[in-house]
């Protein structure tokens, strides 16, 4: 069931290398690669620094994964709802989920279609895709905030945005500025997806306008604004806060969690599309199972839940720190030695859940982090002090 009807806006329009993989086993990746715009890589732009840095998915620890694509949300879904669809699935757009109820065969679902119309529908099993609504963890109140991240933004969509060159077009920049980063996205048709993912005190601060609060804070950072000089807005501009949460659990008897129904994290990485497309393959194993091999049932929740924590875990270590001038300075001037950032371009293709050999370097890496800072500890502490302040709970009232 789809709440709205295709194609819709979505954001999270920057996929990982090992996207590609699932598109393979889904049979459509040359549909995405028709829409697509090809990313080989990360520009980051830092206010601290006079100069960019470039890193490319090819020099990951797996050669095999050098690229993935930048998307339309909005052809993206409707491509993979059409292809479900095809392949046997019963699909429904205007359909919303408003409340579940559980017994032991199965649940009862409240539905409301988009003329109002009530139905209920009966299921063995139900998989929670709803996104940051949260059907399910907001039900039954088990949806928590980040207390180690706390982010809110603002994004828009700009047409004429000045881009990089060649091989490089496609490819995301991330910049730093004061109040936190932006993103820069490079879709196929000309059009930019511009975010600003900013400390909630940030935007409860606004006292004008959204479209001029945002132009406002695309001036903070002049690197960004100067490749936005001749740009216009060419969509609604959205803000959104509590950016960040993580439900307690993820599965029941009778349902799962996946994707962001489950957990959101700061999106600095690009991760939440493939996380949530990768929770989905691994919780298709457990409806088998539940459905078909029921003594089985609990082992196999057990290990969904392990492993759904899994991926944002490993991203998080990274999130909670990329605004700190240590790791700033880590991939402003990235080096491989014990393979670290061969280690590190694996975490951000995605490749985290394979047998790629990654983890004594990444460990390496952290214990590299950590003599950095002891040899900082100046710089260190304020750094750490200033991010508590960043994230205090802020409450910010809709735009």
């Known amino acids: 069931m789809e709440k709205l009807h295709h194609p819709r806006f979505h954001i999270g329009e920057s996929l990982l290398p090992a996207n590609v993989r699932l598109f393979d086993q889904l ?51 409707e491509m993979l709802f059409r292809n479900a669809a095809k392949k046997g699935a019963r699909a429904f757009e205007g359909y919303r989920a408003r409340r579940v109820d559980f017994d032991a065969e199965g649940a009862t679902v409240q539905v409301e279609l988009d003329d109002g119309t009530q139905q209920t529908w009966r299921t063995r099993f139900l998989v929670d895709a709803t996104g940051r609504d949260t ?32 091989k490089q077009e496609g490819n995301i920049s991330i910049f730093w500025f004061e109040h936190g980063w932006f993103w820069f996205i490079p879709l196929a048709d000309g059009t930019t997806s511009v975010g600003a993912v900013c400390w909630p005190y940030y935007l409860k601060s606004r006292d004008k306008p959204l479209p001029e609060f945002f132009r406002d804070t695309i001036a903070l950072a002049p690197a960004l604004a100067e490749r936005l000089n001749d740009a216009t807005i060419t969509s609604e501009i959205y803000a959104t806060g509590n950016y960040s949460y993580m439900s307690s659990h993820s599965s029941g008897e009778r349902y799962l969690m996946i994707g ?26 457990v409806v088998e199972t539940v459905l078909d091999r029921p003594r089985k049932a609990l082992a196999a929740r057990k290990r969904f839940e392990k492993r759904i924590r899994h991926g944002p875990r490993e991203f998080s270590w990274f999130i909670f720190r ?78």
């Open 27 to 77: 049979g459509v990746r040359e549909q995405v690669e028709a829409f697509g715009m090809t990313k080989w890589g990360v520009e980051f732009v830092s206010p601290e620094h006079d100069y960019q840095s470039f890193i490319e998915f090819s020099d990951a620890w797996d050669k095999s994964m050098p690229y993935a694509w930048q998307v339309r949300r909005s052809e993206l879904d």
């Open 135 to 166: 059907l399910l963890a907001n039900q039954f109140k088990c949806k928590q905030k980040n207390p180690d991240h706390n982010s809110s933004a603002l994004f828009a969509h700009f047409k004429g945005a000045k881009r990089l060159t060649g």
């Open 260 to 285: 962001d129904a489950f957990t959101f994290i700061d999106p600095v990485f690009s991760s939440g599309v493939y996380l949530a497309m990768h929770s989905a393959f691994e919780g298709a194993d």
């Open 322 to 399: 990329v605004t700190n001038p240590t790791i700033r300075d880590f991939f402003m001037d990235p080096r491989n030695p014990l393979r670290v950032k061969e280690a590190v371009l694996s975490v951000l293709a995605g490749d985290i859940y394979d047998k790629t050999p990654i983890w004594p370097s990444l460990y390496a890496l952290k214990g590299l982090y950590y003599l950095a800072s002891w040899q900082n500890l100046t710089r260190s502490w304020r750094a750490w002090r200033q991010r508590r302040l960043n994230i205090r709970d802020v409450e910010v009232s809709a735009p």
